[in-house]
């Protein structure tokens, strides 16, 4: 059983799933080592599913690193970025041009964990735990992974296309939609470190470099130097280009982007952090606690609507 293609066999595994499994279902609250009893394994099987899919795609380290991510902005992290409908109206859809992807992957840990555990561990939870192996096999810090999140049944286009944060969000702006995820300016921070691996498409930015007032104009505050460079690559609507958004050392989870980021270099951000001085408003953080404390903060932004077995018991 892959992860939820349609809504109602993801349903109907999560529902016999509670039955079986009353450790799972009386569960409250998220812990490390969530599935130790009924699914001893399970951090293993992701960790060697995601070392698998690596070495054969690598480029899919930034995206699945996504996946988590634009899961957890929209309804909290319940997996239901990976909902699917047979007239396209959910979540997933709302990203379609927009380089979301790596749910096969995702299938493909949910069937290895299934056949080890059937049942047992949730698609959000999974997601999470990508996250986590994606950080640590490009060279990131390991930390430990607080499980025992219960997927949502709900997943809406247009909640995602309200509730995710568009690129040319300013500070302001970022930081209230992170505040209200409780979500610090310093979470902030150490999330758009994640900006560490991966591509861009140039329309994310290609403002920046073409029409950033509206008058044929650049965005002065990016490097101009980096600016010619990018221009080099993304041409005006230029749909399709990718552009690695840590130029260099876009496959490894260091701390570079931070760097850029006071370079005046970042491809996002940029009317809003690139000042003279880098991060005004936002907190500094020692290199260390940059890395440690990355994605930890999205812990935090679990769903209500996700979390609760019980509510999925009485709605059905
Ligand atoms: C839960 O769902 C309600 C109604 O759809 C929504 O207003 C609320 O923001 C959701 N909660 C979270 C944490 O996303
Ligand atoms: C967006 O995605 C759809 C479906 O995959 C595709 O047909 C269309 O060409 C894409 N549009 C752009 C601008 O990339
Ligand atoms: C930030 O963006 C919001 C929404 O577009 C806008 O209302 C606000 O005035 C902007 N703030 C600054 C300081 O530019
Ligand atoms: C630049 O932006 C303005 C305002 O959004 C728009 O009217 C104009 O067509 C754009 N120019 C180009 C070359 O895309
Ligand atoms: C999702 O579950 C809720 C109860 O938690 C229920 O009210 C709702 O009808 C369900 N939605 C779908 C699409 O199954």
Redesign the pocket.
């Known amino acids: 059983m892959a992860c939820p293609k349609l809504f109602l066999p993801c349903l109907l595994l999560q529902l016999t799933s509670l039955f079986l499994v009353p450790e799972v279902a009386h569960g409250q609250g998220l812990r490390v080592g969530f599935y130790q009893k009924a699914c001893p394994n399970a951090e293993a099987i992701v960790k060697e599913a995601i070392a698998q899919v690596l070495s054969v795609a690598p480029s899919l380290s930034g995206p699945l690193l996504r996946l988590h991510f634009h899961d957890c902005f929209v309804r909290g992290c319940e997996g239901s970025v990976l909902l699917d409908s047979p007239t396209h109206q959910t979540e997933k859809y709302a990203f379609r041009n927009h380089s979301l992807r790596g749910y096969e992957t995702i299938d493909r840990v949910k069937t290895a964990l299934e056949k080890a555990c059937p049942g047992i561990v949730s698609c959000a939870d999974i997601l999470a735990l990508v996250a986590r192996d994606i950080a640590v096999s490009t060279g990131g810090v390991f930390y430990d992974v607080e499980t025992g999140r219960r997927d949502g049944n709900v997943s809406i286009l247009t909640e995602a296309r309200r509730d995710l944060i568009p690129p040319t969000?300013?500070?302001?702006?970022l930081k209230a939609d992170f505040a209200k995820r409780g979500l610090s300016a310093k979470d902030l921070v150490v999330l758009s470190g994640g900006h560490t691996i991966g591509t861009s498409h140039c329309t994310a930015f290609s403002n920046r470099l073409y029409n950033f007032t509206g008058k044929s104009d650049a965005d002065p505050k990016l490097d101009s130097n980096y600016r010619a460079r990018l221009k080099l690559s993304c041409k005006p609507n230029d749909q399709t280009t990718l552009v690695e958004m840590d130029p260099g050392s876009a496959r490894t989870f260091d701390i570079k982007y931070f760097e850029l980021i006071a370079k005046r270099r970042p491809l996002y951000f940029g009317?809003r952090t690139s000042r003279r001085r880098p991060n005004q408003g936002v907190p500094r953080l020692p290199n260390q606690d940059r890395r440690v404390h990355f994605l930890q903060g999205l812990w935090s932004v679990d769903g209500e609507n996700g979390s609760d077995w019980r509510a999925h018991r009485n709605g059905w």
Request: net charge positive.
């Open positions: 969000a300013n500070i302001t702006t009317r």
